[in-house]
């Protein structure tokens, strides 16, 4: 069977859109085209359009392929790995200070690496997802990725190894703005309108999953220091017995996981050498065929757009602190004399919680094209009551239940890390014709710069806690004003429902269906 379907060409000027795949029929053809056509959620008669001399030639084909999914599907290991390996230390403090003299210190080094190197490489991997396509800058990320888990694999000795763990994570570490932004581009180029933001939300939130698993990976696969106890400032000490009696075993299990890891980036990496087109042969909609504005223009023009800040901003504050606020918090509850692995625990439910609420949501902001700012605004205001919620119950101001700390922990994260696919389509909606990649790469980059100024208060010497979840609290709250004033516009899909509303007043609602012998695979 081919890997896509067409309209045959009927007369000249138009443009004949097909939403399909080859083994669909020509009923779910027409469905797709009358359900794009049939919106009603704006009057395109009243739509500003790009003008018309920037979309290629109106009767270009539009096909979607089925390999889109596994396009996405490897993008998306790519991305988990990457965040996995970003978290492999936080969740074996213990283990790694006791073979390496690490302190903590050391592990926070090895996670700041992470913004610290994204703030170096976004502009550089934003050029390259907009000049040189997804495949170059998918396959420079996945090498990236396997030079970083292949240099933690030389040695256990513990000077080389700590310098070439570092070396690794900053390797990981500039692998984070394609895995972080490149989503959006790749949901532009391969996917059609009702799948572009679950598509999106996929790419996007899976990072945050490898995040979760390697709470789960990293304990499992090595021990626990035995026959030890830390004292306050985290300095490994002996208990009655006089002796760790493990460590030989801890060694052999940290370099099993770094050699785990390294074999399955390993052949992650093969898959994406051989087959990661950087688009399609034929684009899936009308706006994926349109030219963007070059890379310098579009970068310049990004920041005087004030329609992208009152999303961004939102953004990038909320869930760069909620990041942030999250790394650390096992430090947040302590005062709630929660151990480090339950708190490791519940960080996993949220984060897990969040990303499985993103994909969701992102299908139903599918579903209801064209409502994102509400969907966001709701979010938000559901986001601060789990905040609040949170804050209270630490500061004790009611009566501490585990049930209720758990609800609002794993609430919040649904609500913040749900949001952030729709957040990052209706900046690409309102910044169109900027190129994906560019106005991606600027949002995550203000994630990384708030959770990075959260993560600086923290290091003040003697400062409480007690600050962080109010914070929070302030982030989420901070948001809803700008989105209020946002004025909500979708440029890109204004052009596909034009199309498609073309097809049907000219008697074309009715698709024929073949396939393409041309592509076919």
């Known amino acids: 069977m081919g890997d896509h379907l067409q309209s045959p060409e009927k007369g000249q000027g138009h443009t004949h859109v097909l939403a399909t795949e080859a083994d669909d029929t020509s009923q779910m053809a027409t469905e797709e085209v009358a359900y794009m056509a049939d919106y009603t959620g704006f009057d395109s008669s009243k739509v500003d359009l790009i003008p018309s001399g920037n979309v290629q030639s109106d009767t270009r084909k539009v096909i979607i392929y089925k390999r889109r999914w596994y396009v996405l599907a490897l993008f998306s290991l790519m991305a988990l790995t990457q965040g996995g390996v970003w978290n492999t230390w936080g969740p074996i403090t213990e283990s790694s200070e006791t073979v390496f003299k690490w302190h903590d210190s050391n592990i926070a080094l090895l996670s700041n690496w992470g913004p610290i190197t994204y703030i170096i490489s976004m502009f550089f991997f934003s050029w390259l997802l907009d000049v040189k396509g997804l495949r ?15 240099l933690r694999c030389i040695t256990s000795e513990r000077k080389p190894a700590t310098w070439l763990i570092n070396a690794g994570h900053v390797l990981n570490g500039f692998a984070g703005p394609v895995v972080m932004s490149g989503c959006t581009l790749l949901s532009s180029v391969w996917f059609p309108l009702r799948q572009r933001t679950t598509a999106t939300a996929i790419g996007a939130v899976i990072n945050y999953v490898g995040v979760a698993v390697s709470f789960i990976i990293g304990p499992y696969l090595v021990q626990s220091p035995s026959n030890s106890t830390i004292d306050f400032n985290n300095t490994m000490m002996s208990n009655a017995s006089g002796n760790i009696t493990n460590i030989p075993q801890i060694k052999r299990d940290i370099m ?6 390294f074999g399955w980036m390993g052949a992650i990496f093969l898959l994406i050498l051989i087959y990661f087109p950087a688009k399609p042969p034929t684009p899936p909609s009308l706006s994926a065929s349109t030219e963007r504005v070059d890379f310098k223009k579009g970068l310049l023009n990004i920041f005087k757009h004030k329609r992208f800040w009152l999303v961004a901003l939102p953004y990038g504050i909320s869930t760069g602190v909620y990041g942030a606020w999250g790394s650390v918090l096992d430090v947040n509850l302590t005062p709630l004399n929660i151990s480090q692995d339950e708190a490791g625990w519940l960080g996993f439910y949220s984060t897990l919680a969040g990303a499985v609420a993103g994909v969701v949501f992102a299908r139903f902001a599918d579903i209801f094209t064209g409502h994102m700012k509400l969907f966001l605004l709701i979010f938000m205001c559901g986001a601060s009551a789990s ?16 049930v209720e700390l758990y609800a609002s922990c794993i609430l919040g994260g649904i609500f913040i890390n749900g949001a952030i696919p729709m957040f990052m389509e209706l900046c690409c909606e309102a910044t169109y014709p900027i190129a994906e990649g560019v106005t991606s790469g600027l949002l995550t980059l203000l994630n990384n710069f708030f959770g990075g100024i959260f993560l600086l208060v923290l290091m003040i010497p003697k400062i409480s806690t007690k600050w962080m979840n109010w914070a929070l609290l302030g982030a989420t709250l901070f948001s809803l004003p700008l989105l209020l004033a946002f004025r909500e516009r979708y440029s890109r899909l204004h052009i596909d429902l034009k199309a498609a509303s073309t097809n049907r007043d000219e008697g074309d609602s009715h698709v024929g269906v073949q396939c393409d012998k041309e592509h076919k695979r």
């Open 136 to 150: 170059w800058a998918t396959l420079i990320t996945a090498s990236l990725v396997l030079g970083g888990t292949g």
């Open 256 to 261: 099993n996981l770094m050699y785990i890891e």
């Open 387 to 402: 905040v609040a919620w949170f804050a209270v119950i630490v500061e004790k101001f009611i009566p501490f239940s585990s």
